[in-house]
C-alpha cells in the first residue's frame, strides 16, 4: 500500500493543523495506522497510533490531550489532530502502515509501509 501524507504548515503557538494520511488501497483497512515525526538532527519519534478497527488508540505522553488520531477506511484516509501546538512540535511528521504488534507500535523499523513525510513548523 502507498500512503501520502498531507496537511502540514507553518503555524504559530497554540494553533491547529490536521494532517491527512491517503492510503492507495483498501489493505489499508486492515492495518495498523501510527503517526511518527522526525525534528532535525533527532531520531524518528513515535507519535500516535490507530488500530485498524479504531479499537486501540496510543499517543506519546507529550500530545495527549491535544492530538487526536483517527481514521475513515471507508475512504482509506487517516487523520492527525493537533491542538495547542507547541514550538516542541516543529518536525517532519509521517504516516505509517501496516500489520505490526502491539509491542512493536512504538518502534518506527518495524512498520512497512511510509507516507513521505509533511513538514509541521510551530514558531512565533
Known amino acids: 500500500v502507498q500512503l501520502q501524507a498531507s496537511g502540514g504548515g507553518m503555524v504559530q503557538p497554540g494553533d491547529s493543523l490536521r494532517l491527512s494520511c491517503a492510503a492507495s488501497s483498501r489493505t489499508f483497512s486492515g492495518y495498523e495506522m501510527a503517526w511518527f515525526r522526525q525534528a532535525p538532527g533527532k531520531e524518528r519519534e513515535f507519535v500516535a497510533v490507530?488500530?485498524?478497527?479504531?479499537?486501540?488508540?496510543d499517543y506519546i505522553d507529550s500530545v495527549k490531550g491535544r492530538f487526536t488520531i483517527s481514521r475513515d477506511n471507508a475512504k482509506n484516509m487517516g487523520y492527525l489532530q493537533m491542538n495547542s501546538l507547541e514550538p516542541e512540535d516543529t518536525a517532519v511528521y509521517f504516516c505509517?502502515?501496516?500489520?505490526?504488534?502491539?509491542?512493536?507500535?512504538?518502534?518506527?523499523?518495524?512498520?512497512?509501509?511510509w507516507g513521505q513525510g509533511t513538514q509541521v513548523t510551530v514558531s512565533s
Open positions: 505509517a502502515a501496516g500489520a505490526v504488534s502491539r509491542i512493536n507500535y512504538y518502534k518506527h523499523h518495524k512498520w512497512p509501509y
Open positions: 490507530i488500530t485498524y478497527n479504531g479499537g486501540t488508540i
